[in-house]
């Protein structure tokens, strides 16, 4: 920190019979670039064994921030010129690790410029202190890893990497056995529980939305919906009661988008979508299903992320007996998604997902990954996802060697990136 003679700030604490060395660093971390409590206490240590200081002993705080933090609204970094983002996912107690600034570290060595930051798992659990009354009330907040999001996002900023906050929407486990009422009827009347809200359900929705404007507050650079679609499985004795009230599924879920759009366009951070992979064919039965047709929902956000993973395909899928074992799968389904779209939607991109883990391809390795993001970007794909819920992103790194010019970092995670905003869909 500098003073207003631009001389360096010096904090010190005077230990108190109370006092750890643990306690002195959750005190002061937000006042320092070092991003774990633990990392501040080690630093703080008069020995490395010492757990106390001794009473009115003089403690220096290290690491200070060279300027006081900018505001999120103010903090964030805006799309890349060319709209291409290169990025892999992240959970909340990842995000609460010592693997968080290492990721980050990787990244931007290899130019990787987003990561897609849990706000909710389809397990319901959010990965943050939030404040919304019904997570509050149900608990869903209660064991939140991410002690303060709007730091966590700025530490990623501060790498040159972009934070989009994934909010998984009508999957929720937990909060659906907290509140029946938001899930769907049976076709005999009571509940019917298969950790789904009903995507009718007003109080789901307005939940979700909640979520978002959260996310957006604690400085967000995109919102990313997951799981914005109707269940597929234990369906058999569920009444989603859309005929009755003359809906669709493509209705009801273009018309959640559409709400969700319009709390994310007046700020200016870009709300992306994830697909199924299947939807990228175009059979009206699987977008039926799903109520994920893409020409509809590109009208109501700035980028689709199909799931393309390989693994998941059926065998005989393009004439492949072990879809698995065939990267070049991510570019046909983006080649196919993008034929769908035509010209039609010149702000909103396509960024698939991408698989980034062995599951159900035996030939997974470094090689495999590198040609599914070639494949997406000679496809047309602008930028791609790594997907790997075990966090084990080894084979990323091998894939993506460091990179003669990587992005700058930027001093303390204060500095906003000169970028453009994204142009935002009509």
Known sequence: MIDEAGAPIKVVHKATADDTYWSIAAAYLDLTDTYLTSDLEKALRRSPNATKPELGETVTIPTLLSAAPKSPEEGR??????????????????????????????????????????????DGL?????????????????????????????????????????????????????????????????????????????????????????????????????YVRYPVLGIQGADFDLERRKLTKRIVIRDFVRSVHALTQPRHVPLSLDIFGVVADGKPEDIDMLGQHPATLAAECEALSPMVYPSHYSSGYQGFEIPGNHPEIVGIATKKLLAQLGDKFPNT??????????????????????????????????????????????????????????????????????????????
């Open 349 to 426: 991109v396509v960024r698939p997902w991408v698989q980034a883990m062995d599951y159900k391809s035996p030939e997974y390795g470094p090689a495999y990954l590198a040609i599914e993001v070639h494949s997406s970007d000679k496809a047309g794909g602008s930028g791609w996802l790594l997907w790997n819920p075990g966090q084990t992103y080894t084979v990323a790194w091998q894939a993506l060697p460091p990179v003669s010019n990587p992005t700058p970092m930027l001093a303390g995670g204060t500095t906003s990136s000169t970028s453009p905003k994204a142009p935002l869909a009509p």
């Open 126 to 226: 959010l990965t943050y202190k939030s404040k919304v009354q019904l997570a509050v009330d149900s608990g869903a907040t209660k064991s939140a890893p991410i002690r303060n999001l709007e730091r966590t996002i700025r530490f990623a900023h501060s790498y040159g990497v972009r934070v989009a906050m994934r909010v998984s929407c009508f999957e929720d486990e937990f909060m659906t056995h907290a509140h029946t009422e938001m899930v769907p009827r049976a076709k005999w009347g009571r509940p019917y529980q298969i950790g789904w809200f009903d995507p009718t359900n007003e109080a789901a929705q307005q939940y979700i939305r909640d979520l978002v404007v959260e996310s957006m507050d604690a400085g967000a650079d995109e919102i990313q919906l997951d």
């Open 77 to 122: 970094l805006g799309w890349p010129e060319d709209r291409a983002l290169r990025g892999l996912y992240i959970r909340g107690g990842t995000a609460q690790s010592s693997l968080y600034t290492a990721v980050l570290s990787r990244m931007q060595k290899r130019n990787l410029n987003l990561i897609v930051l849990d706000a909710k798992d389809y």
